[in-house]
């Protein structure tokens, strides 16, 4: 069974940094970070594809954020910058094995989920 497990949470300044990571185990899919704040659906934050050649960003978190994966050691990783309090959520990964271009963004497509880990941003 695909587990993922998420790490790199925690409280940070406005304007600090984070680094999230999801270890994978089982194939390499496509993945899509996502997060959701109290009262507010599940939010599409960023996508890359099984092989990094792909990555979409939702334009509140385009330029700040960067997803990236490292193959070989099965893990995906969201770097986040400039934080704004807004950004306050919980963080899910999650894989799709049949996610693609068209739907990447739709929580629904994604199979396997990890534990959500807290990022709050401060003022």
């Known amino acids: 069974q695909v587990q993922l497990v998420v790490s790199g949470g925690g409280l940070v300044q406005a304007g600090g940094s984070l680094r999230l990571s999801c270890a994978a185990s089982g194939r390499t899919f496509n993945m899509g970070w996502f997060r959701q704040a109290p009262g507010k659906e599940r939010e599409f934050v960023a996508y890359?594809?099984?092989?990094?050649?792909?990555?979409y960003y939702p334009n509140s978190v385009k330029g700040r954020f960067t997803i990236s994966r490292d193959n070989a050691k099965n893990t995906v990783y969201l770097e986040m910058n400039s934080l704004k309090p807004e950004d306050t959520a919980v963080y899910y990964c999650?894989?799709?094995?049949?996610?693609?271009?068209?739907?990447?963004?739709?929580?629904?497509?994604?199979?396997?989920w990890g534990q959500g880990t807290q990022v709050t941003v401060s003022s």
């Open positions: 890359i594809s099984w092989n990094a050649g792909i990555t």
């Open positions: 999650a894989a799709g094995p049949y996610v693609s271009s068209s739907d990447y963004d739709l929580p629904r497509m994604y199979a396997y």
